[in-house]
């Protein structure tokens, strides 16, 4: 089979949590250009439908689930759902995540466990749902997790020790899954981003974000459409023999 072939999604369907905005939205794009139909998740009912509505005028097939990644039967959701319309699930891109900049010292325990919950916790229960459906349609599949350079590095000068620990936790998880996985061809995988020019951070304070592009080999953010093909070659027949893999695409920040 040709290499393009190979990278071809048609025909499959592909479920992106954190759908609604960035990272998320942005590879929702790159997945549809690349054939696949799609099932968006995000707990913001809103954005959630823009980005719906913004995939369809592209003559995307696009069914949007509202869900809360932390709640097991709001997942469980998700699934029916996607499977009610499209059938079989191939591919999971598995995004959703928040960070609180918060000295360590200072972290409200809540706040924590807010981080831990959608960050890792809800990583596990979409991973689980997808693992359970991929095994018992007994023809394999892709899960790709977004974990964060943060997961080999400690970010400064803002203070993040609950982001980075979960994005660090997120790393072994996808190891481990693969491995427990291999025998059903279900292949695991994670993206590891650098400093991304999303909404969210374009929020942050100048200095800030001039700072990190100064420390940044590159000199400026990622795009988020610079994404787009990792998660492709993962979620695609392109890599077959790639399971249990963590991509570092941070414009090598964390080589220096």
């Known amino acids: 089979m040709a290499i393009l072939d190979r990278l071809s999604l048609a025909g499959k369907t592909a479920v992106i949590t954190g759908g609604a905005r960035g990272i998320g939205l ?27 509505g913004e995939l369809a005028e592209r003559g995307a097939q696009v ?45 409200p325990y809540e706040s924590w466990l807010q981080v831990m919950n959608v960050n890792l916790n809800g990583v596990f229960l979409v991973a689980r749902q997808a693992g359970r459906i991929m095994i018992a349609q007994g023809q394999g599949g892709s899960i790709i997790n977004t974990a964060s350079m943060s997961a080999s590095i400690v970010n400064e000068p803002q203070k993040q020790a609950s982001y980075n620990a979960s994005k660090a936790a997120v790393v072994h998880l996808t190891k481990s899954l693969a491995v427990e996985w291999a025998p059903h061809k279900i292949r695991v995988n994670c993206i590891s981003p650098g400093y991304m020019g999303t909404e969210l951070n374009y929020r942050l304070d100048q200095a800030l974000l001039d700072y990190w ?22 979620a695609s027949d392109a890599s077959t023999f790639t399971t249990g893999s963590n991509l570092v695409i941070d414009g090598a920040f964390s080589c220096i």
């Not at 592009?213 to 993962?234: C, H, N, W």
């Open 213 to 234: 592009i100064s420390r940044t080999p590159l000199k400026r953010m990622g795009d988020p459409e610079e994404l787009q093909g990792a998660v492709l070659y993962f």
């Open 26 to 52: 942005s590879v929702a794009h790159g997945l549809f250009e690349a054939g696949a139909n799609l099932v968006l998740a995000d707990i913001h009912a809103k954005n959630l439908e823009r980005a719906r």
């Open 63 to 107: 069914l949007a689930v509202v869900t809360d990644v932390t709640q097991p039967d709001s997942v469980q959701n998700l699934f029916v759902q996607a499977q009610s319309t499209f059938g079989r699930i191939h591919v999971v891109f598995n995004n959703a995540g928040i960070c609180n900049l918060e000295a360590a010292e200072n972290v």
